[in-house]
């Protein structure tokens, strides 16, 4: 059953709620039996305890005025008006008494016939039943009182003797009976606030209790909840490093059903989906580069057949003397070879940023430019690629007896390169079952064409002009023909690379020199200076192929000079 974060922190206040709301409702109760016992220590034993004191002093001041009357009747007996004074004074005192005994009476009675009172009854009963005894000895003590003083008036001694022995004896049962009774209403006022007393500390007690209880409560719910929220976002929050790392094996498990479970389902489900497309990544490239890959993955839109016109070096390379080779070989020995040569030859592109469309037999097809390296250093990555091949051409040859197996009658192995910048198509070209992203245009044409021709002019490493212009500021070049390939019309210069600045060789840089004086001279059909220029490159450099090739080509043009209008330009008829 699915319980939300906000359902659990709803449940535990309403807990808290309640646990707060008994203390409050035990409080009030509490207070209410505390207000009801103050009420009726207020209305009922504090008048009682007073009206019965009164009564008690009443019963004294009668008696007083008994003894008064008494001793005027036989002393005065002549003096009326003062017997009937005392007499109406004891008189009065006597009704004041049972006045003020008949009022604790009905205040007790009440109190009893109240079933909502916390009073002891069976206490309040008995004192009720003695103040009853009480007054029943009160109206005793008054029937001798009326007997003594018909005997005084009789003048019979011995009755007179016999009744004020009664009285004296009843006066000392009245007073003890009424200090009795005032002592057991005293007694029922302490208890009552003894009662008070003890239920205000009570509902201290039980309130402090349950207030206490709540907050322990809601502290435990509250650290529950906070450790089955927090731990689970640690383990996201770790998790979530983890996968931060690389590590797309990576589970987060799910402990609950709230929306942290759901969070983190969700956390397993986008780990899945990150480790399925690394899986497509990888195994795409191995055939794609895996920036291609990873650009189709992740924006989709990006496989729409559309294209865009931009300037772009296309790089071909091709090994030379594989034919050779691979002659006697068994097919897996040729792949494995060729296999090798192209991871070494891949890496130098991919180093330097290159994206490698396409590995045509022992060749490799690459390109450069926006979005995947800065426009302006397009043609320096791709010489720096080309120059990286070529010192990587040292570790394959080494390699090759043990790829092949043989130990001797291995050829030599070489490579050309041929680069060119220009305006190309670049985008998805295909059809809607398969497409590729790759490069279309002239300068694609261009490049494959000048690759091919480094075999005409025995060089490695030929570029076009606008390539040799982009990456002159690092790159050393010299000039090599004006050249027109196979379905071109106009010719186009053609440079070859000889290496990175402050690295050439002087014998290389003045062959270059004596280079560039022949070709000025073979342009301006100034034949035996252009032989003697090429005759001195070779000198610097003998093994110089273009040297070889256009001092060749003179030596022909001499026999048979080239029309009017010609300006240099020579026509590449191989591919």
């Known amino acids: 059953m699915k319980i939300s974060v906000g359902v659990k922190i709803f449940g535990v206040v309403v807990v808290l709620m309640i646990l707060v709301g008994a203390a ?5 109760n509490k207070l209410q039996d505390v207000q ?3 009420q009726d220590v207020h209305d009922t034993y504090t008048p009682a305890y007073q009206a019965l004191a009164r009564a008690n002093l009443r019963s004294v001041e009668e ?14 007996p002549d003096d009326k008006a003062a017997i009937q004074r005392l007499e109406l004074a004891a008189s009065g005192k006597s009704r004041d008494a049972d006045a003020e005994l008949a009022t604790v009476r009905r205040i007790i009675g009440r109190e009893i016939s109240d079933s909502s009172s916390l009073e002891d009854k069976p206490e309040l009963a008995r004192l009720d039943t003695r103040l009853e005894f009480l007054q029943s000895r009160h109206r005793e003590y008054e029937a001798v009182l009326t007997a003594l003083e018909a005997a005084i008036e ?32 005293g007694g029922l006022l302490d208890s009552a606030f003894h009662m008070v007393e003890h239920g205000q500390s009570l509902s201290t007690r039980i309130g402090s209790a349950l207030l206490a209880l709540a907050l322990a409560l809601g502290a435990l719910t509250a650290a529950v909840i906070t450790v089955n929220l927090v731990r689970p976002l640690r383990r996201l929050l770790h998790g979530t490093t983890l996968v931060q790392q690389g590590a797309l094996d990576t589970e987060v498990p799910v402990t609950s059903r709230d929306e942290v479970g759901e969070l983190t389902a969700g956390f397993n489900a986008m780990v899945r989906e990150l480790r399925a497309k690394a899986r497509i990544r990888e195994t795409f490239g191995r055939y794609l580069d895996p920036r291609i890959v990873e650009g189709l993955i992740d924006q989709p839109d990006r496989l729409a057949g559309t294209g865009d016109r931009r300037e772009m070096t296309v790089f071909f390379c091709d090994m030379q003397g594989f034919t050779n080779l691979s002659e006697g070989m068994t097919p897996a020995g040729m792949v494995r070879i060729v296999n090798r040569y192209l991871a ?22 690459a390109f450069w430019g926006p979005p995947f390296s800065p426009a302006a250093d397009q043609a320096r990555l791709a010489c720096a690629a080309g120059l990286e091949q070529f010192a990587a051409l040292h570790s394959f040859r080494a390699e090759l007896p043990d790829l092949t197996g043989f130990r001797r009658g291995i050829p030599h192995i070489d490579m050309r390169i041929g680069v060119a910048t220009g305006e190309v198509i670049v985008g998805n070209i295909g059809s809607d079952v398969s497409m590729s992203y790759t490069v279309m245009g002239d300068a694609v044409n261009f490049a494959s064409r000048v690759e091919g021709a480094n075999k005409a002019y025995g060089t490695r490493f030929l570029v076009n002009a606008r390539t040799a212009e982009m990456a002159s500021d690092s790159m050393a070049f010299r000039e090599v023909d004006r050249l027109v390939v196979e379905g071109k019309q106009d010719p186009e210069l053609v440079f070859e690379v000889l290496g990175r600045k402050g690295e050439i060789s002087p014998s290389v840089e003045a062959m270059a020199d004596r280079f560039g004086e022949g070709l000025a001279a073979y342009r301006a059909r100034n034949w035996r200076s252009a032989v003697a220029a090429f005759d001195s490159a070779l000198e610097a450099v003998p093994e110089d192929g273009p040297s070889r090739v256009f001092r060749a080509r003179v030596q022909r043009l001499e026999i048979d000079p080239p029309p009017p209008d010609w300006k240099g330009e020579w026509t590449l008829h191989e591919k």
């Open 154 to 185: 009789k003048g019979d001694a011995a009755e007179q003797q016999r009744q004020l022995e009664q009285l004296d004896r009843l006066r000392d049962v009245i007073n003890s009976e009424t200090e009795v009774a005032r002592e057991e209403m």
């Open 36 to 38: 009801t016992l103050l």
């Open 63 to 76: 008696g007083l005025y008994a003894r008064r009357l008494l001793i005027a009747r036989l002393q005065a």
């Open 344 to 365: 070494l030859m891949s890496e130098p592109v991919r180093r330097n940023h290159g994206i490698i469309d396409k590995y045509i037999g022992d060749g490799i097809m």
């Open 24 to 28: 409050a409702w035990y409080n009030a």
